[in-house]
């Protein structure tokens, strides 16, 4: 049980362009789901914090109207890169809760070109 | 959350015993010590965690010290499989589910080798 999928695994956009990642909560409801990004060799950074049915809440230095998270039910949050440039490349992982645990999904690759 | 320190790297020989050790001397006495892994080009797995006992699970046992300042985790068997980045980390068990305080924060882990 507690397992979150992600969609896609990989993707390879053009500079200027949007690009939506999802993230599914497979057997089990979150309320919250978090988004981390992780640049080659470097541990993982929470981006946002995904509430369902209200808006997110984004750490420092995460530009919100860049990277649009909507958290429309109880098993889906999705995050959207828009305008994506290359130095938006990396690795973006979601994770969520269906109690005290925490449980990631297997990530999505992106490469900006 | 309190810090933890971890060594950078860790080598062992495949089916022996490894310790991976983790300090958090500034602890708090409602932090739990989770451990995580991360294999190449995956998202991080749970692995186990705890508050004040020792624990066993089918991946691995986690002995943690009396004072609670540091912690091991113990995998008896290494596998190539194991190959991984593990990660210690603390987290409050009084967590406010609709905020930021629910994430877990990530060190920069033990990148630990496993030979053949």
């Known amino acids: 049980g507690a397992v979150v999928s992600q969609h896609p695994s990989w993707v390879i956009c053009k500079s200027g362009t949007s690009v939506k990642i999802e993230c599914r909560s497979l057997?089990?409801?979150?309320?919250?789901m978090f988004w981390y990004r992780q640049f080659p060799k470097q541990s993982l950074m929470l981006m946002a914090t995904?509430?369902?049915?209200?808006?997110?809440?984004?750490e420092q230095g995460v530009e919100k109207d860049k990277f649009l998270i909507n958290h429309a039910s109880l098993t889906l949050s999705t995050l959207t890169v828009t305008s994506a440039h290359p130095e938006d490349s990396s690795f973006y992982i979601c994770?969520?809760?269906?109690?005290?645990?925490?449980?990631f999904g297997p990530g999505t690759r992106l490469t900006v070109t | 959350d309190a810090k933890t320190t971890q060594p950078n790297s860790m080598e062992s020989n495949e089916e022996e015993p490894v310790h991976l050790p983790c300090n958090h001397s500034?602890?708090?006495?409602?932090?739990?010590i989770h451990w995580y892994r991360q294999l190449p080009s995956q998202g991080p797995e749970y692995v186990i965690h705890?508050?004040?006992s020792n624990v066993n699970n089918r991946m691995a046992s986690l002995a943690i010290a009396e004072d609670r300042k540091s912690s091991t985790l113990i995998l008896h068997r290494a596998t190539l499989r194991d190959a991984a980045v593990y990660y210690c980390?603390?987290?409050?068990?009084?967590?406010?589910?609709?905020?930021?305080?629910?994430?877990?924060?990530f060190g920069k882990g033990t990148k630990l080798s496993v030979k053949p």
């Open positions: 500034t602890i708090s006495g409602t932090d739990y």
């Open positions: 980390i603390l987290r409050d068990v009084m967590f406010d589910h609709g905020g930021s305080q629910g994430n877990l924060i």
């Open positions: 705890g508050l004040t």
């Open positions: 994770s969520a809760s269906p109690n005290y645990e925490q449980y």
């Open positions: 995904s509430n369902e049915g209200s808006k997110a809440t984004y």
């Open positions: 057997d089990f409801q979150a309320t919250t």
